[in-house]
Every structure is written in structure tokens, then in C-alpha cells.
């Protein structure tokens, strides 16, 4: 299987690029924000919970986080791989992934750290708060999701690094372009 963690901060575009590596390599994608927020949309009590840290900009509890990565990810059947994306954010998610595949006889691939400078991200996210209406895409939830990244996220990359996954990608460019580079990044490992 081809088992790929797209990461970055905020407003890097790994949803962006996830939907561009879903159909070139035919993967299964799971987004965790995604799943949070179609929790919330359901009301359901996983979504209640979910909120109340989302609106605050901070992370949900790795405890419920990895429950709910693990689920979804046993319900792909026959899949080629998965595309991992908002998942893991600190190193207690990153190392329950590898225990969790490991456990399958499965492990990341590639972990791609689509980099983008911070200024850009802010304006990036403003831009989607006022087309997409997301709750937490305004300037004061952004800073803190930001500072969020830095302290518990950031540190992956040298996680990552010392697991020899780590491939850097240039995040500011065209889409096409940044998609061209992750996809000569995918083909060295996917050989
Ligand atoms: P995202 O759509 O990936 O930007 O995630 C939106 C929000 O969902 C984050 O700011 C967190 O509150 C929560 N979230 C998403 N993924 C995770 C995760 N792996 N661990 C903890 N919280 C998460």
C-alpha cells in the first residue's frame, strides 16, 4: 500500500493537493477535520465535543483523534493506500499511526511537508473564511491555530526526518506546479 501523510500548517493546501493525489493514485482519503466537521453538521455527541475545541483553534484530544483514525481507516476495503491528511498533529498521533499500521503490516510511505511562509497562510485562510464560511477561518481563531502548529504540529517535521519519511514541498506556486513536484516525490517511493 501507498500510505502518504500530507502535512502542514493551516492554509498550506493539503486539502487541496489531497483531492489531486486521491485521483492520480486512486487512494483512499481521510481528512480528520473533515470527519469532525461532518460529526458537528450530524450533531452527534463526537461532534459536540469536537466544537467546543475547533472554535477555540486547538486540537482535539489524541485519545479520541487516533479511536477515530483507526475506524475509519478499517473501513477502506481492498484499498491501494490512504492519504492522511490533518492527521497526525503532534507526536503522541504520529506515533500511534505507525504503531496502528505497523499492527497491519503497513507503514507511511512518504510524509510530505508542503511549506508555506506564514504571511501567505494568513491571507490564504482569510480569503476561504469569507468564501467557505468556515467557523474557524477568522483572523483571531487563525492566529491561535497557527501558534497551535508551531508548538505541537511543527515538531513532526523532525519526527519524520529521524523516521527517514520527511520530503520537503515547496508550498507557494501554481497548483499544477506544487502538484508536479509532490507527484515526482510520490514516483520515487511508489517505484
Ligand atoms: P483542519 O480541517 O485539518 O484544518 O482541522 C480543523 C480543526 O479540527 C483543527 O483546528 C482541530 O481543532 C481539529 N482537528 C483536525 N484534525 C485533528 C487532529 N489530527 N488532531 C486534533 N485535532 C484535529
Known amino acids: 500500500m501507498l ?3 500530507i502535512f502542514g500548517a493551516p492554509g498550506s ?7 489531486r ?10 481528512s480528520t477535520g473533515d470527519v469532525l466537521r461532518a460529526e458537528i453538521k450530524n450533531g452527534t455527541e463526537l461532534g459536540q465535543t469536537a466544537k467546543g475545541y475547533i472554535d477555540q483553534g486547538q486540537l482535539i484530544p489524541d485519545s479520541l483523534m487516533i479511536d477515530i483514525l483507526a475506524s475509519v ?3 477502506f476495503k481492498d484499498s491501494k493506500g490512504v492519504i492522511f491528511d490533518g492527521f497526525p498533529r503532534t507526536i503522541a498521533q504520529a506515533e500511534a499511526l505507525k504503531a496502528m499500521l505497523s499492527d497491519r503490516e503497513q507503514g ?11 504571511d501567505e497562510l494568513m491571507t490564504r485562510l482569510i480569503k476561504r473564511g469569507q468564501e467557505s464560511g468556515r467557523a474557524d477561518d477568522n483572523e483571531e481563531t487563525i492566529k491561535k491555530r497557527l501558534v497551535v502548529y508551531h508548538t505541537q504540529t511543527a515538531p513532526l517535521i523532525d519526527w519524520y526526518k529521524t523516521d527517514g519519511k520527511y520530503c520537503h514541498i515547496n508550498g507557494l506556486g501554481t497548483m499544477d506546479g506544487i502538484f508536479a513536484e509532490i507527484a515526482e516525490a510520490i514516483d520515487k517511493v511508489n517505484g
Open 3 to 5: 500510505n502518504i501523510v
Open 13 to 19: 493546501g493539503k486539502g487541496t493537493q489531497s483531492a
Open 21 to 30: 493525489i486521491v485521483e492520480k493514485y486512486g487512494l483512499n482519503h481521510i
Open 73 to 75: 481507516f478499517d473501513s
Open 108 to 118: 507511511v510511505s512518504i510524509m510530505l511537508d508542503l511549506d508555506v511562509p506564514e
